[in-house]
């Protein structure tokens, strides 16, 4: 079989970065690709606060490509910049989301802590604490609260040329994934992520809100920044697992909000523990405690932690976050609580 620049590509596009399920060529981390013979050569260019994410992935890469049948000398150099920060953020548009109390963002500095779970779960119980709640899917690479919340239309324009949220479960819900098929891949750069999060803040009419919360990305990226830089948020929420690498970028993740001047409202622990629904005993299958030590130590509040149970995934799944489905639950309790929490840190 040939080593062709088509080859290498497809080979490649199997190499994910850490965390997220999306690969290293549609990111465009893959630079100066030239083929001689059987030997290959490029770059991998990325903008990272995690070196050792990159090692990774040229590991990964390197050892795929390595494994292709008749393959050369292959060289890969590793070209890693920290992402450029603004030291404050500029002044908000004064016209954005001025009938909406309370903006708060949803983070987290790495990616499979739940993040988007917790936003939706977060938003019902909101909602059933009496406030009008909207929930804006900012993730533009991995849209998932319409599965989260079980919608599967598209949303109308209005007569004023404004975007309709969807409403679910007594929450105003817009994200990308209606706009696009399930399965059709984002691949943005940094500017049209930019516009598309200004046009969910500036082009859906959201109508009077207590809450609006926005399941952010993970990470510090222009997503992040865009949302700092158009409206003056109450607050960011950072959500965490207890294992050490989960609670190292958590703490980035609240640095660069600090950074930006938006005030932490807090840290939530998601997967804290697991309550055995048989016998009532409590496992701390990892570790437990370390996102309240976390939050202690930056000196904002604790949320809260949320347990364990396979019901808040497949609720996730099935369209019907935990909070409806189960709200009897120890899970829904919990989000409860940190509903109330939120609430209660904002002074609603």
């Keep these: 079989m040939p080593i062709t620049e088509a080859l290498v590509l497809e080979t490649l596009r199997t190499v994910k970065y850490p965390g997220l399920s999306r690969d290293v060529v549609s990111f465009g981390f893959i630079k100066d690709l030239t083929i001689d013979g059987d030997d290959v050569r490029f770059r991998i260019e990325m903008a990272t606060e995690s070196p050792r994410a990159g090692e990774d992935i040229k590991r990964d890469a390197e050892a795929k490509i390595q494994a292709l049948p008749g393959i050369g000398k292959v060289e890969i150099k590793l070209d890693i910049r920290l992402p450029q920060l603004p030291t404050a953020a500029p002044k908000p548009q004064p016209a954005t989301l001025v009938d909406t109390r309370f903006k708060i963002a949803v983070a987290s500095g790495k990616g499979g802590v739940g993040k988007s779970t917790v936003s939706a779960n977060l938003a019902l119980g909101l909602a059933r604490l009496g406030y009008k709640v909207g929930l804006m899917d900012s993730d533009i690479y991995g849209p998932s609260q319409q599965m989260m919340m079980g919608i599967d239309e598209k949303p109308f324009i209005d007569e004023n040329e404004k975007i309709i949220p969807i409403e679910r479960y007594g929450v105003k819900v817009i994200s990308l994934g209606f706009l696009m098929d399930v399965d059709q891949p984002v691949i943005w750069r940094g500017p049209m992520v930019m516009r ?153």
């Design 196 to 348: 598309a999060v200004e046009q969910f803040l500036q082009d859906v009419a959201w109508g009077k809100l207590d809450f609006l919360l926005v399941d952010l990305p993970p990470g510090t990226g222009d997503a992040q920044l865009t949302l700092t830089q158009k409206i003056e948020l109450s607050g960011a929420v950072i959500v965490t697992t207890p294992q050490d690498v989960a609670l190292i970028d958590a703490r980035r993740g609240l640095a660069m909000f600090e950074k930006v001047g938006v005030p932490l409202l807090g840290v939530i622990e998601n997967m804290s523990y697991f309550n055995c629904p048989e016998c009532g005993h409590r496992e701390n299958i990892f570790k437990t405690g370390g996102g309240e030590k976390t939050a202690s130590k930056l000196g904002v509040p604790f949320l809260g932690a949320i347990p364990i149970d396979p019901h808040v995934v497949e609720g996730g799944d099935a369209g019907r976050p935990i909070v409806d489905a189960e709200p009897e639950s120890v899970a829904a309790k919990a989000f409860m609580e940190v509903a109330r929490m939120v609430a209660k840190t904002v002074g609603a």
